[in-house]
């Protein structure tokens, strides 16, 4: 029985995470994307469950429904004043889009 409840109590977690991933997305754009989506552009983070009531799309570059399947690290890169980047990434190289040409 406690393996039962066990399990549940992981499962419901699991659930709740998963609608509270945070996607990226603009007011006009139709998908969303990750934090380090080179197309993301102005967006604004949101969670998934509300990208999806929106009518939102995921991204084919990002594939941001695929997050919880890729180990993700903070970025190692510097921001312009010297703090560590916030953007999160899957990159072997452990750095975002932006931090992988400097």
Request: with cysteine; hydrophobic share 30%.
């Amino acid at each position: 029985m406690k393996k039962i409840l066990l399990l549940l109590s992981f499962g419901f977690f699991f659930a709740l995470a998963a609608k509270a991933q945070t996607v990226y997305s603009s007011d006009q754009g139709e998908k969303y994307h990750t934090a380090d989506c080179r197309m993301s552009g102005d967006a604004k983070d949101m969670t998934l469950a509300s990208a999806k009531k929106a009518g939102k799309k995921a991204c084919d570059i990002c594939k941001p429904d695929e997050l919880g399947k890729a180990k993700l690290n903070r970025c190692e890169g510097k921001t312009k004043d010297g703090t560590r980047c916030k953007r999160m990434t899957g990159n072997k190289t452990k750095k975002c889009f932006q931090h992988t040409t400097t």
